[in-house]
């Protein structure tokens, strides 16, 4: 059980939840929640899981005594589904099409929706609202004792899927088919399948000394590289970089765990270095990997320019998770309280490197912004429709296991909350229709401005922050900004 204090009136008090917890609200949620459309085919197909918990004292129990516990609801406040993404020929400037589908990423901005959608309750003085006034003009606030925990049914893809192979059963993570270790290097595809006559490991106590590429054949939480035949792509974060790693970050997987046992191998990610930073090597064993590095999503032809999910999550630790352009609305960042994972392939020693470890040397950022000791914890339940759940319900079933290629956007908002989408654009759209305005996923970046300029008008000028007062760009009303202010700001999301 994780205890944090928070300071609720003049009381210190503990808030109290569990990573199991946290795992069955998400998985409930997932199977009364969400739509059919989108899920996997039983048997053939699987997906993964990430979703958004608001953690927010009872009402009755905000005036309770100096360090007693008090209870909290919890409430799952946007969730998303997907492996997927596009590549680099597929993005537009538009911003009318999802460049990265992964479900980490899909749950970040249902969850910018769902905080849209809280300001627009906020600037209409609803008492419902998760936000108070802040002390400068225009800007808004937490209200006190809220937290946010983010939750994810597989270990980020990149730096934290490089996970340590041990010598014997006894490993950082839920035992596995030694069956993978010995698989040789190519490249990462949709086919997860592994031949029946596939030479076992024979030797528990020898290395690993071939290498191997990640696939959806391997654990749930490291398949998670796996993408579309055309990829991801999404903008770089600028503020994470390798450059700012320790020296001792920058190095392999090798010697022993904290344990003492011998690590004779590392689980492979597909996430590549990004180009123009150290690689690599390739070697075999546990050395194959350099660690702390930024990567991108993998590719197969098409580059795909999104970053890994265990990037874009150390960026956020960082930046927070509301985005560029909801920041001229808050008067501080929103940040992650807790990240949960749920159960796969896992190390603290890896989540905790990739997440804040590599990041503490990041300085120079705005008044308001800065590294944060987020709580990393692993639940012990398993997604029902995980790679490692399916695999071992269809035991010797014919035909391939493959990802399910659409995602699930679902957030905590009245109109619309649930959007289908497959390749970037909601599930079943033409080719033809792809112009239309019913042509774009209602957590697009150009849908994402649009709310948001939606949320301007209803504010009165003299209300507006300083900011966006001071704009120059003409007339100050966000639906006068000129298309390459528009642009701009649509990069910014």
Not at 277 to 299: I, M, T
Not at 342 to 354: D, L, N, T, V, W
Not at 442 to 466: C, G, N, T, Y
Request: with cysteine; charged share 20%; net charge positive.
């Amino acid at each position: 059980m994780w205890e944090a204090p928070t300071l609720l009136g003049s009381a210190l008090t503990q808030t109290m939840w569990t990573a199991d917890e946290i795992a069955q609200l998400c998985y409930e949620h997932y199977q009364t929640r969400l739509p059919k459309q989108g899920k996997p085919e039983p048997n053939r197909e699987w997906t993964l899981l990430a979703a958004m918990v608001k953690i927010q004292p009872a009402i009755d129990q905000a005036c309770g005594g100096a360090n007693k516990p008090v209870q909290v609801t919890k409430e799952v406040v946007s969730m998303g589904t997907g492996t997927k993404c596009i590549g680099q020929s597929k993005m537009r400037k538009s911003g009318d099409i999802l460049n990265d589908s992964h479900a980490e990423v899909i749950a970040r901005r249902s969850f910018q929706r769902y905080l849209l959608h809280q300001l627009h309750l906020a600037a209409a003085l609803k008492e419902n609202s998760i936000f108070v006034p802040g002390t400068q003009r225009g800007l808004w606030k937490l209200r006190q004792g809220i937290l946010f925990v983010f939750f994810s049914s597989h270990t980020p893809c990149g730096d934290a899927s490089i996970i340590p192979m041990l010598e014997f059963e006894d490993q950082p993570c839920c035992p596995i088919s030694r069956r993978w270790a010995n698989k040789p290097s190519e490249e990462a595809s949709d086919n997860p399948e592994t031949p029946e006559d596939e030479k076992k490991y024979e030797d528990l106590g020898s290395p690993v000394t071939k290498k191997m590429r990640l696939e959806p054949g391997i654990p749930d939480g490291v398949a998670h590289c796996q993408s579309l035949d055309n990829q991801e792509s999404g903008p770089v974060p600028p503020t994470v970089s390798s450059s700012n790693v320790p020296t001792q970050e920058l190095a392999t997987v090798a010697g022993r765990a904290p344990s003492g046992a011998k690590v004779v191998d590392v689980y492979r990610t597909g996430a590549k270095c990004v180009p123009g930073e150290a690689g690599d090597s390739g070697k075999p064993g546990a050395a194959y990997h350099q660690v702390g590095l930024l990567r991108v999503k993998p590719g197969r032809g098409d580059r795909t320019c999104s970053m890994s999910c265990s990037d874009k999550l150390a960026r956020w630790n960082v930046l927070g998770c509301q985005g560029a352009l909801l920041m001229h609305l808050l008067e501080e960042p929103v940040y992650l309280s807790a990240v949960v994972i749920g159960k796969c392939p896992y190390s603290q020693e890896a989540m905790r490197r990739a997440l804040t470890g590599r990041c503490q040397n990041v300085s120079a950022l705005p008044k308001g912004f800065g590294v944060q000791e987020v709580t990393i914890q692993q639940s012990g339940l398993l997604f029902e429709q995980s790679r490692g759940a399916v695999q071992a319900k269809r035991a010797d079933s014919p035909g391939r296991l493959v990802p399910c290629g659409a995602a699930i956007s679902w957030s905590a908002v009245p109109e619309q909350p649930l959007d289908v989408t497959a390749n970037g654009f909601p599930q079943g759209t033409t080719r033809k229709a792809i112009r239309c305005l019913q042509a774009r996923s209602q957590i697009s970046k150009v849908e994402l401005f649009r709310s948001f300029q939606k949320l301007l008008s209803s504010i009165s000028e003299d209300k507006w922050p300083d900011s966006l007062r001071l704009c120059s760009y003409g007339p100050h009303n966000a639906s006068c900004w000129p298309s390459r202010h528009r642009a701009t700001a649509l990069t910014h999301l």
